[in-house]
């Protein structure tokens, strides 16, 4: 009798076999309905008659064939056995990254259907004159070719209110969509002239068609990568080839969908984690049929099921949340590398600050490095300041030179960001008798001050309380804010600029559907006003009319004990720094600092990203870590520090014993507390990759068996980026 291997939907990592009856044909990839237990569940047919020799008499039979094609082919599968095998995670919950959930509920692709809009007679007919007192039906009809169908999907960003008075107007109308590979052809708006270092980037991309390679581009900022990623593509798309774009953020699909579908004819799609499980499918049918051309999408656009993919590209390819943190804690950047060599397809890495590890492997030469060294309309490239803080009197936390400096651009009628990496008014509360300050009970911080929804939060675990109105220590009522967050901040500039315009960008003021793109449009009209906000505001935007960037508070970040620190710093400030004078007016920098003299502020400032980053390599090389060591962590959180730490004493004593790693730990996290559990590591360090992974293997064997592995709560993460 035939046996099949089947992968489910579960966190172990066992194989789970079946019984297949003579008669039943299953393709490897499709899905089943298999017993388990006293339930039910939908796994993937991966492989048949995987051993000699079965326990017959133990396995059951399969309960039904889903699908008679399969829904994961030959490369998906590839890639994701490679994922399972590369972070040593269950390849059940692998699937489950890869799937989208409609798909594993087990919905028959069979009565799957799409509908698309289209012209009637009447709409191919109308004029802009008919829409003189509607701008949103208007924008609607103009991206509606005539004789072409739009799938639902294309037509996200415009209101579902205008597709109906359309409708009901009888100039458009809803059709089945037919799946089959995309046609359009073409432009829709003429490209730009390319400046000389562009023309080389996609000369040098276009040159690797129909074959692995990677390629970073590293541009400073305003360079017009996107530029280069649009017209590298154009020739792809004219021989029928599929695109996946990757952005970090779901913030920035809207802006990047919205210059990708106004340059092409053919369609292009976007995917992330607000789409409706029908929207998912949807846009999972559309790659997987080639009627997508092109998908923007977060970190799980990499899983598609692309009919014909010829080049993926990464955008941002340094952000760290291009890396998964929790559950299978995969690389998107990575993965995506892996899934090009399976297709045999480039795929171009862009930043303005590239990760070490990419300019590392542009040194290996395997990555082909392309440049942009200027931005592209000619603008300088902003100028830094320092703003040396001591002695000197704050208003606000703003040095007087600062406000200065942020009155004269405002009397231009020009805009100004400020850059302060802290959400909520104030980071604390303090009892002005005794000094206690307002913790979270569960872990080892303080709880942020939300002076708006009067609340207490922290930032950690999302544990939220009411303010209290005395010191838990002395019962004194003299609590008062200590530092300062953007909340505050906001409050502050209305005070001191109470005729100017403010947006604020933080996750709490963008929380809300459509709040972000909002704010982004107002930001991109021309006269005076103030942006404030956290990290949100260093990703990738276009702010046309900032001419000064002022850093808040860099200090924060100077000291800390994780290697990536100067890194991410690095990146964050000349990011930041980025968003200055992309329009005709050049930009300022203003660095507030306590440490005006601190090296890696001097060689940012002076030498810019590029040489700091090379001398950070080094360092890396010197003090042998990654790229030049690969790193492993072994995390064990539990109620009990004791725990965790003696499950990590006897993981080390085993990988004492295996050859070609180095151990650092175990040690406590450096926020040794969080949700109420203690938190320790195990890092395992080795020049050779094989021999890491033989490591974690052997280790991962042998902890299952452990009763203490059932008492701590532990995770594994290869190639980790945050070591928090
Ligand atoms: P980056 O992604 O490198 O930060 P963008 O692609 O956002 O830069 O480009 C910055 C600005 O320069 C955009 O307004 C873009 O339209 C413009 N731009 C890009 N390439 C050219 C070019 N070759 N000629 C003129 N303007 C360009
Ligand atoms: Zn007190
Ligand atoms: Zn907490």
Request: aromatic share 6%; with cysteine; glycine share 6%.
């Amino acid at each position: 009798m035939p046996v099949i291997r089947v992968a489910l939907p579960l966190p172990l990592r066992q194989h789970f076999d079946y019984l297949l009856s003579a008669e039943q044909q299953v393709q490897i990839g499709s899905r089943l309905r298999v017993p388990f237990g006293k339930r039910e569940l939908i796994g993937i047919a991966w492989q048949l008659n995987p051993a000699d020799h079965y326990p017959l008499a133990q396995l059951k039979p399969i309960i039904a064939i889903i699908d008679p094609q399969p829904v994961l082919t030959e490369p998906l599968r590839q890639l994701l056995t490679f994922a399972a095998e590369y972070y040593h995670h269950p390849l059940g919950e692998v699937l489950t990254a890869a799937l989208p959930a409609l798909l594993r509920e087990g919905k028959s692709l069979a009565d799957y259907q799409q509908y698309a809009w289209q012209l009637t007679a009447a709409g191919a007919g109308a004029t802009t004159a008919d829409f003189k007192r509607s701008p949103r039906q208007l924008a609607l009809w103009q991206a509606l070719q005539p004789g072409s169908l739009a799938a639902t999907e294309l037509l996200a960003n415009h209101p579902r209110k205008a597709l109906q008075q359309l409708a009901e107007k009888g100039l458009i109308q809803q059709q089945l969509l037919p799946l089959t590979p995309f046609s359009q052809r073409g432009l829709k708006q003429p490209a730009l002239q390319l400046t000389a270092d562009q023309a080389l980037a996609v000369t040098a991309i276009n040159q690797t068609a129909n074959r692995f390679q990677c390629l970073l581009l590293e541009g400073v900022t305003g360079s017009g990568k996107t530029e280069v990623y649009l017209q590298a593509i154009a020739p792809l798309l004219d021989t029928g080839q599929q695109v996946l774009v990757i952005v970090p953020e779901i913030g920035l699909t809207p802006q990047t969908l919205a210059r990708f579908q106004s340059r092409f004819q053919a369609p292009v799609l976007c995917w992330h984690s607000n789409l409706t499980d029908t929207e998912r499918l949807n846009c999972w049918r559309q790659t997987q049929a080639g009627s997508a051309a092109i998908v923007i999408g977060t970190r799980s656009a990499l899983f598609l099921p692309f009919a014909r993919l010829g080049l993926i590209i990464i955008d941002e390819e340094h952000d760290q949340s291009l890396k998964q943190q929790d559950g299978f804690r995969y690389h998107a950047r990575d993965l995506a590398i892996k899934r090009a060599a399976i297709e045999s397809c480039p795929i171009l890495l862009g930043s303005a600050t590239p990760s070490l590890e990419s300019l590392y492997n542009c040194q290996q030469q395997r990555f082909i490095p392309l440049s942009l060294h200027n931005r592209a309309g000619g603008q300088a490239m902003p100028r830094y300041k320092l703003v040396d803080l001591k002695q000197q009197v704050l208003q606000f936390g703003l040095a007087s030179q600062t406000l200065q400096s942020i009155r004269q651009q405002l009397q231009q009628g020009l805009q100004v960001m400020l850059f302060l990496n802290r959400r909520g008014f104030a980071p604390a509360l303090s009892c002005q008798e005794c000094g206690w300050m307002t913790e979270c009970h569960r872990c080892s911080a303080f709880t942020t001050y939300h002076k708006q929804s009067r609340q207490l939060v922290c930032h950690h675990c999302g544990a939220t309380k009411a303010v209290p109105r005395q010191c838990k220590q002395c019962g004194s009522a003299r609590l008062a804010p200590v530092g300062q967050g953007t909340e505050q901040l906001e409050e502050n500039l209305q005070q001191l600029f109470p005729e100017v315009a403010i947006t604020r960008l933080d996750r709490d003021t963008t929380r809300r559907k459509g709040a972000l793109n909002s704010a982004l449009q107002s930001i991109n009209q021309s006269g005076p006003r103030l942006i404030l906000g956290t990290q949100m505001l260093a990703k990738g935007h276009h702010f046309p009319f900032v001419t000064l960037v002022v850093i808040v508070d860099v200090d924060g970040a100077l000291y800390s004990s994780d290697f990536r620190a100067p890194e991410q710093l690095a990146q964050l400030l000349t990011q930041v720094a980025g968003r200055a004078g992309r329009g005709s007016s050049p930009g300022t920098v203003l660095l507030q600092t306590h440490h005006p003299e601190h090296a890696l502020l001097q060689d940012i400032i002076h030498n810019g990203y590029a040489s700091f980053a090379r001398s950070a390599l080094l360092e890396r090389q010197q003090t042998r870590l990654p790229p030049y060591q690969h790193l492993a962590l072994f995390r064990a959180e539990a109620v009990q520090s004791a725990l965790c730490q003696q499950w990590l004493t006897e993981l080390a004593a085993i990988a004492k014993t295996l050859p070609g790693l180095e151990l650092l730990g175990p040690l406590s996290s450096p926020m040794e507390k969080r949700a109420g559990k203690f938190r320790w590591q195990l890092h395992l360090y080795s020049s050779q990759r094989p021999l890491l992974h033989q490591a974690l293997t052997t280790l991962l064997a042998t902890l299952q068996s452990w009763a203490l592995s059932r008492q701590v709560k532990w995770q594994l993460d290869v190639d980790p980026v945050d070591l928090s």
